[in-house]
């Protein structure tokens, strides 16, 4: 049924994507939403988003009001409601009569396997719940979690939404400084933590650095919990710190959870901005779930009583906030949960993994996916991926190439892929393919979905026509849109509703095609996206500067086949470290230490590809580092314009250099 494009031409010029593929017959006749869906939500959108939170949704009190945007841009939503977010993703299931299903398969790197039933997690959550009480938690107190991928993770998370508090997780792979600035930023009483966690078959400690971040001083913990995962030696602070296994393990496995307002904020997530210092992102309790639970029905097409569900994602990140945790749990889904690489022990794991546990539903990133193409079909070919029914992408735009590989190998020509278009601050998909109604398009992340309003503005802020690209930006306040930027309000309406005025803009570029389907081109401000993390420009320059050697530096995003972007630093080094190099012949080792210095500062995700020694970087009069030079010479262009350069002579010293 679907017809197949035999042009060799450039599939990257949207111009020649003729491609589309319809869903499959079966597949939309039995689909969970269909296109009645777009007119219900276009007649009625509060309506349409208020039965969504009343049908997927148990509330211990109704909400009379809908959306209040008196106050924009903080937006409530059915704010005088109110419920519990892991009674919704936990409770009431084992209450239906579904206690024996299987809620997650825990898949450990060395191979190790847990199977957790609704009824399990129930008895795990409240045990946590009660375990977090007794250290002191309560009800719109922060905790921070520090852990790597294991059941733990989403157990802790569950428990703070349990008592009302809010989580705070920090991606296993950050440093002690970044831990360290975030526990202060939200004022985290306690910190979750474990041993370690496996990574490419190497027992990772990670405890150390939550007493490296405390011990810098300034953080209001009281208490660290860990979770005994790998077995290796861990240094306790007497007082201070407390196995799970001694307090959670034995706690009570009966627990209240505490019914909060429906805008009682669930978790903070820190992301990169264009400046320094991270953002914490604020999301609360009603529209978070309520956007969650229905695009993991709605884009996912999830069947919870014959579906196997992987979201392949970190619970460091948003996605694994938004469809690990909570989406796929409210829906009563069974998912997977695997804790390594996709290399260990063999580049197959994956699909080992698909196989073995007969994954349904996958949702994964593009860099994952140009990863598993370079390193050749042949690997997921020795695996039977046809329980694969239905496929996902995230993270940054997913090339045509990448598409059309994704949906032939690993989806054997039949599954649909849906692109997914959000951010850390939307919680929740917003411009997606709905799988039994859209036909895809390679590469396009294509329609809002129902109930979601966004557009592309020109310079002046008017919609652009079809066949034209500008800023995406949302148009009308949805349910699981941040609550604002923790403490910090200003920074909240700076950035992201003063561009345009009364609209949202999310700093990506897009552009409609000629059927007015939208296709993501990627930032327009100073965040790289690698590997589909964001990250920030500045942190990294930051970072490379904290270094003693280093007198000033420039970061930029250049384009990677694999990782979409990868980190590119130019520094001019201080005098007496030029000396010590040009007498010693260090340069090879500044390079070498200023990587690991940024991945000890900013964690081994931000460590630059390639790090340029220079004399001078590019500047305008005014001073400002003209990065749009530097990305030319990063991607082997010819700089472009340098007329409004102080120097024009600096570009072609830089351009020397890289290429000598
Ligand atoms: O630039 C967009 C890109 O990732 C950014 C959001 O990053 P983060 O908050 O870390 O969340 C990632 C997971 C939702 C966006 O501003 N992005 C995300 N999904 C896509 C995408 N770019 C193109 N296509 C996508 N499907």
Same mark, same amino acid.
């Given at each position: ?26 597949? &939309? &006749? ?29 509330? =211990? @009190? ?21 419920? %519990?977010?892991?009674? %919704?993703? #936990? ?59 294991? +059941?733990? &993770? ?8 349990? !008592? ?29 933590? &474990? ?68 805008? %009682? ?26 956007? /969650?639970?229905? @695009? *993991? ?17 970190? #619970? ?5 906030? =938004? ?7 409210? %829906? ?114 294509? /329609? ?14 008017? +919609? ?36 345009? +005025? ?21 930032? *327009?401000?100073? !965040? ?16 490379? !500067?904290?270094?003693?050697? #280093? ?90 314009? #340098? ?18």
């Amino acid at each position: 049924m679907s017809q197949e494009h035999a042009g060799t031409e450039s599939l990257e010029n949207l111009l020649h994507e003729t491609r589309s593929f319809p869903p499959p017959a079966d597949f &939309a &006749a039995r689909a969970n939403v269909t296109a009645s869906a777009y007119e219900d939500a276009a007649r009625d959108r509060e309506q349409f988003w208020a039965r969504q939170a009343r049908e997927l949704l148990s509330w =211990s @009190t109704d909400f009379t009001e809908v959306l209040d945007f008196s106050g924009a841009p903080v937006a409530r939503w059915f704010g005088d409601g109110r419920l %519990n977010a892991a009674y %919704n993703a #936990v409770d009431r299931h084992v209450e239906a009569g579904h206690g024996e299903r299987v809620a997650i398969h825990f898949e450990g790197e060395p191979g190790d396997t847990r199977t957790i039933t609704y009824a399990d997690l129930k008895d795990e959550v409240s045990r946590a719940a009660n375990a977090l009480t007794d250290l002191g938690v309560r009800t719109g107190d922060r905790v921070a979690i520090y852990l790597p991928l294991v +059941p733990e &993770a989403v157990i802790a998370m569950l428990a703070c939404a349990r !008592v009302g508090a809010a989580h705070s997780v920090v991606f296993g792979g950050f440093s002690a400084e970044a831990l360290h600035a975030r526990i202060i930023d939200a004022e985290a009483r306690v910190v979750v933590t &474990a041993d370690g966690g496996y990574r490419r078959g190497k027992a990772m400690a990670l405890k150390p650095a939550v007493d490296e971040a405390i011990a810098k001083g300034g953080t209001p913990v009281e208490h660290v919990l860990v979770v005994r995962r790998t077995g290796q030696d861990t240094a306790m602070t007497d007082g201070r710190d407390v196995w799970w296994d001694d307090t959670v393990a034995t706690a009570s496995a009966e627990h209240e959870p505490v019914a909060v307002d429906a805008e %009682n904020p669930l978790f903070i997530l820190y992301t990169s901005g264009t400046t320094g210092k991270p953002k914490g992102i604020m999301h609360t309790t009603g529209g978070f779930l309520t956007q /969650t639970a229905y @695009t *993991v029905r709605a884009v996912f097409d999830l069947k919870p009583e014959t579906d196997v569900y992987w979201c392949t994602a970190d #619970v460091g990140w948003v996605t694994g906030h =938004s469809y690990v945790t909570y989406g796929p749990l409210v %829906n009563g889904a069974t998912q997977v949960l695997y804790e390594g690489t996709p290399d260990t022990p063999d580049k197959d794991r994956w699909w080992q993994i698909v196989a073995k546990y007969g994954v349904t539903i996958l949702y994964t990133a593009p860099t994952a996916i140009r990863t598993a193409m370079k390193w050749g079909e042949e690997l997921p070919g020795r695996h039977d991926l046809s329980s694969l029914r239905l496929l996902g992408s995230v993270g940054e735009p997913i090339n045509p190439e990448a598409w059309m590989w994704y949906r032939r190998v690993i989806g054997g020509d039949r599954a649909p892929v849906v692109d997914t278009w959000w951010q850390t601050e939307t919680g929740a998909i917003m411009i997606s393919p709905l799988p039994g109604v859209t036909a895809a398009k390679p590469g396009s992340a294509q /329609t809002p979905l129902p109930g979601i309003s966004a557009d592309v503005l020109d310079e002046a802020g008017q +919609p652009v026509p079809d066949g034209h690209g500008g800023y995406l930006v949302l148009t009308e306040p949805w349910p699981a849109m941040l609550r604002g930027i923790w403490g910090d309000p200003q920074r909240y309406q700076d950035t992201y509703w003063s561009r345009f +005025p009364g609209k949202y803009f999310a700093g990506d570029g897009a552009k409609k095609d000629e059927d007015g389907d939208v296709w993501l081109l990627g930032r *327009v401000d100073d !965040v790289m996206n690698i590997s589909g993390h964001r990250l920030s420009t500045t942190e990294i320059e930051s970072a490379l !500067v904290s270094h003693p050697v #280093v007198a000033e530096a420039a970061v930029v995003g250049a384009k990677d086949d694999t990782t979409g972007q990868a980190v590119v630093a130019f520094v001019i080094l201080r005098a007496e470290a030029v000396e010590r190099a040009d007498e010693e012949g260090e340069g090879a080792d500044v390079v070498a230490e200023l990587r690991n210095h940024v991945a000890k500062e900013i964690g081994p995700i931000a460590k630059p590809r390639s790090i340029l020694v220079v004399a001078e970087l590019p500047k305008t009069r005014s001073g400002k580092i003209m990065r749009r030079l530097l990305r030319d010479v990063a991607e082997g262009r010819p700089a472009g314009d #340098v007329t409004t350069l102080a120097d024009s002579s600096v570009m072609e010293q830089i351009s020397t250099g890289m290429s000598g």
